[in-house]
T-cell receptor
Framework: GQSLEQPSEVTAVEGAIVQINCTYQ??????LSWYQQHDGGAPTFLSYNALDGLEETGRFSSFLSRSDSYGYLLLQELQMKDSASYFCAVRLSSGNTPLVFGKGTRLSVIA | EAGVVQSPRYKIIEKKQPVAFWCNPI?????LYWYLQNLGQGPELLIRYENEEAVDDSQLPKDRFSAERLKGVDSTLKIQPAELGDSAVYLCASQRGQGGTGELFFGEGSRLTVL
C-alpha cells in the first residue's frame, strides 16, 4: 500500500514561518507535489520536487530528500489567507499518472 | 483559460437513490480523474481516463459506481444506489500532456449528502 504521513494540524502566527513535513512510503516515486485547499474550494497546485533540494516560489518553498523519503513545505511571511489545508502528494511514475495524496495538514494562521 | 467545471456543487439525496455528477475538463487536457474526498482526508483516486478510455479504475466500486467519458471530453460519474457512506466530495481533475510537473487542475467538487 501507499503511505504518506503529515501532521494533521499546525497553528502559526501571522508573519511567522511554518514548515509542514511529509514522509512517504510508496510502491514507486517520481516526484513530490504540494497542494493547497481552502474550505469548500478546489485543491490548487503549489510546488513540485523531482530532485533533491529546495524549490522556491515566492513565499513558498518545498524541499525533497529522496534518500530519506521526506519532504517539507515552507511558508514564509504567513498571511491570514494562508489558512487552509495543505496536502503532499506522490507522483508514482512518469507521464500522466495519478497522484497519491496524504491526509492533509490544516494550517491556522492567527493574529 | 477556463478551469475545470463540475456540477452540481451540492446534492442531497436519500439512500438508495441514484445520483450523477458531471465534469467538463480544461480544453485540450486528455487525462481526466475522478477523486473522492472524505471530510478531513486527502483525495483518493476513483478512476483515470486517457481520452475516452478508462485506464485505471481499480479503485472504483463497480457494484454501484459507474463512469463514462464520451468523446474524450466531458465525463459523468454515477452512483446507483447511493449509500450513507457515499457522503463525500467528488472531485474531478484534468491534466495536460505528459511531462512537466504532472500538475492536476481540480474543479471545486460536488458535495454529496446521503440521508
Amino acid at each position: 500500500g501507499q503511505s504518506l504521513e503529515q501532521p494533521s494540524e499546525v497553528t502559526a502566527v501571522e508573519g511567522a514561518i511554518v514548515q509542514i513535513n511529509c514522509t512517504y512510503q510508496t510502491s514507486g516515486f517520481y516526484g513530490l507535489s504540494w497542494y493547497q485547499q481552502h474550505d469548500g474550494g478546489a485543491p490548487t497546485f503549489l510546488s513540485y520536487n523531482a530532485l533533491d533540494g529546495l524549490e522556491e516560489t515566492g513565499r513558498f518553498s518545498s524541499f525533497l530528500s529522496r534518500s530519506d523519503s521526506y519532504g517539507y513545505l515552507l511558508l514564509q511571511e504567513l498571511q491570514m489567507k494562508d489558512s487552509a489545508s495543505y496536502f503532499c502528494a506522490v507522483r508514482l511514475s512518469s507521464g500522466n499518472t495519478p497522484l497519491v495524496f496524504g491526509k492533509g495538514t490544516r494550517l491556522s494562521v492567527i493574529a | 483559460e477556463a478551469g475545470v467545471v463540475q456540477s452540481p456543487r451540492y446534492k442531497i439525496i436519500e439512500k438508495k437513490q441514484p445520483v450523477a455528477f458531471w465534469c467538463n475538463p480544461i480544453s485540450g487536457h486528455n487525462t481526466l480523474y475522478w477523486y473522492l474526498q472524505n471530510l478531513g482526508q486527502g483525495p483518493e483516486l476513483l478512476i483515470r481516463y486517457e481520452n475516452e478510455e478508462a485506464v485505471d479504475d481499480s479503485q472504483l466500486p463497480k457494484d454501484r459506481f459507474s463512469a463514462e467519458r464520451l468523446k474524450g471530453v466531458d465525463s459523468t460519474l454515477k452512483i446507483q444506489p447511493a449509500e450513507l457512506g457515499d457522503s463525500a466530495v467528488y472531485l474531478c481533475a484534468s491534466q495536460r500532456g505528459q511531462g512537466g510537473t504532472g500538475e492536476l487542475f481540480f474543479g471545486e467538487g460536488s458535495r454529496l449528502t446521503v440521508l
